[in-house]
């Protein structure tokens, strides 16, 4: 399986600033993924990353908050925008093919605002 | 819409013992489910994955089965160790649609010596 390399690890962020998170993997894949894993919660997907195209948004969340890049099969950032305390949270890239096969992650990025 | 349920939320037990983990699903038209471990603060370390048609997987002192006409899934770990402390996720991803993965909330597990 591929191995998704994923930095920073963690980081303490003033509110009102913009961190931008980055995922390297070290094979193309189809698809990537990235994930809000709020305090004590399970993972909730935030977009898929386009190659090459905007990012396909789930509900509640925008690109204005959390704008996505992907220039290539191999890499990704995700940028946490004007951060808030209730944005501290642990963000996971995941990259995978498509349909049935297996989804494999980064070691997420633990990110605390205050 | 999918919605993945874990339950116990959280289990302990004593060193050695067998324990199972269960995982259901309200969709049974999936391509797959996959077992995860996740370390506090940490990223997902994949365990198993099954693929809509096969009934179970091993890997090890792991078994994980699949009944996907009733929505069910279940992780046995046999001789459990303190090292098999963590929080086990279960997500299956859909077919049709954007093809992600929907996560339950997680079982935490914590063997003790």
């Known amino acids: 399986s591929a191995v998704i390399s994923q930095k920073p690890s963690r980081d303490i962020c003033q509110r009102g600033t913009s961190l931008t998170i980055q995922c390297q993997v070290d094979s193309q894949v189809t698809m990537m993924f990235w994930y809000r894993q709020q305090p004590g919660q399970s993972l909730t997907l935030i977009a898929t990353a386009n190659q090459g195209s905007e990012a396909t948004y789930e509900s509640g969340f925008v690109i204005d908050k959390f704008p996505i890049s992907r220039p290539n099969l191999t890499f990704s950032t995700l940028t946490v925008s004007n951060m808030s305390p209730e944005d501290s949270s642990i963000y996971l890239c995941s990259g995978g093919g498509r349909m049935n096969t297996e989804a494999f992650f980064g070691q997420g990025t633990r990110l605390t605002v205050v | ?113």
Do not use: H, M
Not at chain 2, 14 to 21: A, I, K, S
Not at chain 2, 74 to 97: E, F, H, K, M, N
């Open chain 2, 1 to 113: 819409k999918q919605e993945v349920t874990q339950i116990p939320a959280a289990l302990s037990v004593p060193e050695g013992e067998n324990l199972v983990l269960n995982c259901s699903f309200t969709d049974s038209a999936i391509y797959n489910l996959q077992w995860f471990r996740q370390d506090p603060g940490k990223g997902l370390t994949s365990l198993l994955l099954i693929q809509s048609s096969q009934r179970e997987q091993t890997s090890g002192r792991l078994n994980a089965s699949l009944d996907k006409s009733s929505g069910r899934s279940t992780l046995y770990i046999a001789a459990s160790q303190p090292g098999d402390s963590a929080t086990y996720l279960c997500a299956v991803r859909t077919q049709g649609g954007s093809e992600k993965l929907v996560f339950g909330k997680g079982t935490k597990l914590t063997v003790n010596p």
